[in-house]
């Protein structure tokens, strides 16, 4: 058995012969959950559909009318917002489409129901989650809420808050249910297995409903100064009465299976091993699957030695009973920050003229793990690969990790010489000098305490906004394409010994930690700085590659000086982190983009861009005045298709934009 086996249990491999027959006998699938979405026009789940495909089969909006999209209408949240006496952060919320309203959530954890042709505002209901005398880890924002029905006129709207509540709503009025949990609220600080304090937690994914089970996973504080820390186990919740259904330990406890991987007794301590993302469903097999981050401390994993599950790994569990189905690793013993940031894709893909319902989870590590969904089996081999030791003390590092055979890292990983920058010869010299004060090396170089053989710290590529981050990746269900933005975001990691007296750490991640230099202000790294990436699941191939956005061009030829044009070279950081979900259509890939211009006197805070689907060719631009930084969706209302995101925040307007045609 490979390190990285499923580890079924029994009932699992019971139901295997089960499960094959299934396979080959069952209607139901994504792609069928899709056509009835395509028939109604409709959002119903924050990624498109259960199976976070981010993807809708409207053709009204395509690539002969794109160019003629004008602004249909706008939202603003911070109207609403303002009547709390709180300042909000970014507007990140995805709204759902149901029936005759739009349902979305604010940065300050308020609910709202909206006209779709309209936006105007039909009901609000405020939790008052801001209200807490002791703030939640990380500030409110959220992105958005979850919608349940049965199909039989019972439905619900669900939301989970930064302050820790989970309550449903009636749909038309906005009523709190008052029959669910206690009097309508359930209190999340409860029923983890350990005392937690409020200040570590907090919930901004939406909810995932499978079945008639709300699954939660939480943000948790992951810069603590303790060994103890919270953990981040994953919860599951009747959707009828908010009772509490099961606990998935995502760290192991006493006498459960990959305990044995937390040595020393680490398993009774160490915090996070969270989803702080959101999750995906497979209805017709009954599994959610769960993107899972690092443990505590992030960067330090002296005082939890072992190979860690079930931390940066995949884990399929029975939505129902809350039960393992089975697990994917994909870093041993993480120290690089390496979560699973976003929901994995789920799609049917025929490989090598076989069936397979597989699951893809895109990574911060810049690839794209496959696997069946149903067993957890990879469809291409992943191969244990040697990495480098650590130099720190009391570390001790797994000595290999898993790499994917297919399909190919879709960003740059680890950094070489060959990886500075060279525009010009005096550029490159620069860079030179400037890494001559970090480690370089391969993807999974492990951090060094700070001045360790006088280097301040390891320039680590993928850094720790990925490659990909929340935003992740969609897919075609009709071609089995996955599309997925990236950056190319080094950082410098290093960690230094705190204070005794403040924290019982031996080591923790140095707190100047930072992007590295570069020179006259420019990246260290060649670009492209950010890039869209399409890639066939049934070949394990690039389609194709492109550089998304401009980034620092202008900037680039001017020193040149001779008259080049180096072209695109995409923009980073932001791209990765700000609303720029790849939204997929019948007719067109929708990639929206926030930046900071290089024009101090620019109004422009992002681009829309439509793209050709076969190509990656640019269709559409549309510069606008404010931020993209929820993922876009698109719906259909009296016979109109709507393209919509959210928007802004901070400084600038916070809401909703919607475009139509004329």
Not at 192 to 211: D, Q, V
Not at 640 to 654: C, E, I, M, N, W
Request: charged share 20%; proline share 9%; net charge negative.
């Amino acid at each position: 058995m490979s390190r990285n086996a499923p580890h079924l249990p029994i009932a699992a491999l019971k139901g295997l012969a089960t499960a094959a027959v299934a396979l080959v006998l069952s209607t139901a699938s994504p792609a069928d959950a899709q056509d009835r979405q395509e028939m109604t026009g409709e959002w119903r789940v924050f990624a498109g559909d259960q199976a976070s495909t981010k993807y809708s089969g409207l053709d009204q909006i395509s690539a002969d009318n794109v160019g003629d999209l004008r602004p249909g209408w706008i939202w603003d949240a911070a109207a609403l917002d303002a009547a709390t006496g709180e300042r909000p952060r970014g507007f990140r919320a995805t709204p759902l489409k149901i029936g005759n309203r739009l349902y979305v959530s604010t940065a300050l954890n308020q609910v709202a129901a909206l006209d779709p042709g309209t936006g105007t505002l039909v009901w609000s209901y405020d939790p008052k989650a801001y209200a807490f005398e002791t703030p939640t880890h990380g500030g409110l924002g959220s992105r958005g809420v979850s919608y349940w029905s049965d199909g039989a006129g019972n439905d619900r709207i669900v939301f989970a808050t930064g302050g820790m509540q989970l309550f449903t709503l009636e749909p038309e009025t906005g009523a709190l249910d008052r029959d669910f949990g206690d009097d309508g609220i359930v209190d999340l600080t409860k029923g983890l297995g350990r005392e937690i304090a409020r200040e570590h937690y907090n919930m901004k994914s939406p909810p995932t409903i499978c079945g008639d089970t709300i699954v939660l996973g939480s943000i948790v504080n992951d810069l603590g100064l303790t060994r103890q820390m919270p953990p981040g186990h994953v919860r599951g919740y009747d959707v009828r009465t908010g009772a509490m259904k099961w606990i998935f330990h995502t760290i192991p406890q006493e006498g459960e299976p990959g305990v044995e991987t937390w040595e020393n007794g680490s398993w009774r301590y160490t915090g996070n091993t969270n989803v702080w993302s959101w999750m995906s469903c497979d209805e017709d097999l009954g599994h959610v699957y769960l993107p899972l981050g690092t443990p505590s401390d992030d960067w330090y994993g002296g005082h939890r030695l072992g190979d860690n599950l079930f931390a940066e790994s995949l884990v399929a569990l029975d939505a129902d009973t809350g039960e393992r189905i089975w697990h994917f690793q994909a870093v041993h013993h993480g120290v690089w920050d390496y979560d699973f940031p976003t929901a994995p894709n789920l799609v049917d893909i025929v490989v090598d003229g076989r069936p397979i319902r597989a699951v893809v989870q895109v990574s911060k590590q810049a690839f794209a793990y496959v696997l069946d969904r149903v067993t957890g089996e990879p469809v291409w081999p992943i191969e244990e690969r040697p990495v480098p030791p650590s130099t720190v003390p009391g570390e001790r590092l797994s000595p290999t990790q898993p790499f994917p055979t297919k399909p190919p890292a879709f960003d740059r990983q680890g950094v070489t010489i060959d990886d500075l920058i060279d525009f010009t010869p005096e550029l490159r010299q620069e860079a030179l000098d400037i890494v001559e004060d970090f480690v370089i090396g391969p993807i999974f170089t492990p951090p060094i305490v700070a001045g360790h053989d006088d280097k301040q710290g390891v320039i680590q590529l993928p850094g720790i906004i990925g490659g990909s981050n929340w935003p992740g990746g969609s897919v075609d269900p009709e071609t089995g394409y996955l599309f997925v933005q990236s950056a190319t975001y080094p950082w410098v990691t290093a960690l230094e010994a705190p204070n005794p007296d403040e924290s019982d750490l031996a080591y923790r991640f140095e707190t100047w930690s930072r992007q590295p230099p570069g020179p006259r202000g420019l990246p260290l790294i060649k670009p492209p700085y950010a890039r869209l990436t399409a890639i066939d699941l049934n070949r394990g191939e690039f389609v194709w590659q492109v550089p998304h956005g401009d980034g620092p061009r202008a900037k680039v030829n001017a020193l040149i000086g001779d008259g080049t044009d180096v072209g695109p070279l995409g923009w980073e950081a932001q791209s990765a982190v700000n609303g720029n979900a790849p939204l997929v259509t019948k007719t067109l890939l929708f990639v929206n983009q926030g930046f900071t211009p290089d024009d101090p006197d620019s109004t422009q805070l992002g681009v829309m861009r439509a793209f050709d689907k076969t190509t990656g060719a640019v269709v559409w631009e549309q510069p606008i005045d404010t931020s993209p930084r929820g993922a876009p969706m698109t719906y259909l209302h009296e016979g109109k298709q709507y393209l919509v995101l959210g928007v802004g925040g901070g400084d600038s307007p916070a809401g909703l934009r919607a475009y139509t045609l004329p």
